[in-house]
């Protein structure tokens, strides 16, 4: 079993970045209901950052907002190829 780490980002330019990890495919559970959007997670302080649809900033990156609640990562099961 695979400990998932308190903080997590899928920006490459983030510290938090972890490709690996990401692969093998995460879900959130946030205030209790099953996230998609979300671009960064932060568990021991209980927050979210989800993407704004499409919209993008000057450098190209997508625009988030943060929101504030209980944090549940977990693994996905990925479907055998």
């Known amino acids: 079993m695979t400990t998932l780490p308190d903080r997590l980002s899928n920006d490459p ?4 970045h972890d490709a690996e990890l ?7 559970r946030f205030r209790g209901e099953e ?10 302080e209980g927050w ?16 988030t907002m943060k929101l ?4 549940e990562p977990y693994l996905r099961d990925l479907p055998a190829d």
Do not use: A, Q
């Open 22 to 28: 990401l692969k093998r495919g995460i879900g959130i």
């Open 48 to 63: 979210v950052r989800v993407g704004l649809g499409n919209k993008v900033d000057r450098r190209g990156k997508p625009l």
């Open 68 to 71: 504030s609640g209980p944090v």
């Open 35 to 44: 996230r998609t959007n979300v671009e960064e997670y932060c568990v021991s």
């Open 13 to 16: 330019d983030s510290p938090f």
